[in-house]
């Protein structure tokens, strides 16, 4: 079972410059919540409570002010500073102490998924035992991404880093699952032309040994690399049409974890005094207002006494 997970929350942000200047992009709002809630919200729904999150060195306060170090919302947050972007497996070298001999998750800080089926393949893949576990999806301009063939039997045929020719429409989503000897593999991986090491490079050391599996988001989930502009306001939007026409809210931290039975009402309020008066607060009232109204309905009782 997968305990623990890391959030690559560090890297310059380029692609989304002037914004990321000042701002860790993590940091900037998909619709009504900061883009770090999304990824952590995965990790919680995989039901993995040890979080690890690096971030560009000089900016952890930044992140203490919204996710406080420590124990919070049912979970233990920690934080790494990294000096520099060196590649995706950089993080199982950052947090080698942290992994220890556990197995391990990677997601990486600007990732966005949504699915209906997403939480239970999320506990399935946290039950990894050995080797390594990836989530594909496919995409209709594979040359900008990682991408995999795969035969009928979802076996990897082949891996490779932005593809000239056509090889695969699969591409490597930003969500890993591995055993604890990604440490070592990170660490015995050479440096590719533009100077870091490779996610792919790793996931073929797996692959070798017959020890890497896949994954689908399936046909009605949705994964998008919220890392450019164009992007960003995508999920952005997707997330605001949605909410809005549901009445429900995706990556609500507190609601995950009230669900994962991680804390109660009385932690519940703290975060609305928490976030003030606005509209996830509002969220957490009404959150709390339906929980009152299945206790009464389930004990038969007009009074709620957890209150």
């Not at 593809?163 to 990170?186: C, E, H, R, W």
């Not at 606005?278 to 957890?306: H, M, Q, T």
Request: proline share 4%; hydrophobic share 40%.
């Amino acid at each position: 079972m997968i305990k623990k997970g890391i959030i690559l929350a560090g890297g310059y942000g380029t692609r989304m410059s002037p914004l990321t200047k000042a701002v860790n992009k993590q940091l900037l709002p998909i619709y009504d919540k900061p883009l770090v809630f999304y990824p952590l919200s995965i990790l919680m729904l995989a039901g993995i409570k040890d979080i690890l999150i690096i971030v560009n060195q000089g900016q952890l306060q930044q992140f203490n002010k919204i996710l406080p170090e420590g124990k919070n919302l049912g979970i233990k947050i920690n934080y790494a500073q990294q000096k520099y972007p060196k590649g995706l497996p950089d993080a199982f070298i950052i947090g080698e102490k942290f992994i220890n001999k556990e197995n391990v998750a990677l997601i990486l800080g600007d990732n966005f998924f949504y699915g209906q089926s997403l939480t239970e393949k999320l506990k399935e893949c946290a039950k990894l035992k050995s080797g390594a576990k990836l989530f594909l999806h496919p995409v209709s301009n594979p040359s900008l991404y990682g991408v995999v063939k795969i035969n009928k039997k979802n076996k990897v045929l082949k891996i490779l880093e932005k593809p000239i020719k056509y090889l695969s429409n699969m591409a490597i989503t930003g969500l890993y699952f591995f055993d604890n000897q990604v440490v070592k593999y990170s660490k015995s991986l050479k440096p590719s032309k533009r100077n870091e090491i490779e996610i792919v490079d790793l996931l073929k050391k797996y692959n070798n040994k017959n020890k890497l599996s896949v994954e689908f988001i399936g046909r009605g989930g949705a994964w998008l690399d919220a890392g450019s502009i164009k992007d960003f306001y995508d999920a952005s939007s997707f997330v605001a049409a949605l909410e809005n026409r549901q009445g429900l809210k995706i990556a609500c931290l507190e609601e995950i974890a009230f669900s994962n039975r991680w804390i109660n009402k009385k932690q519940i309020k703290s975060a609305i005094k928490f976030y003030g008066e606005c509209k996830y607060s509002d969220y957490l009232r009404k959150l709390i207002k339906c929980i009152c109204e299945y206790i009464k309905r389930w004990s038969g009782n007009n009074n709620c006494n957890c209150c």
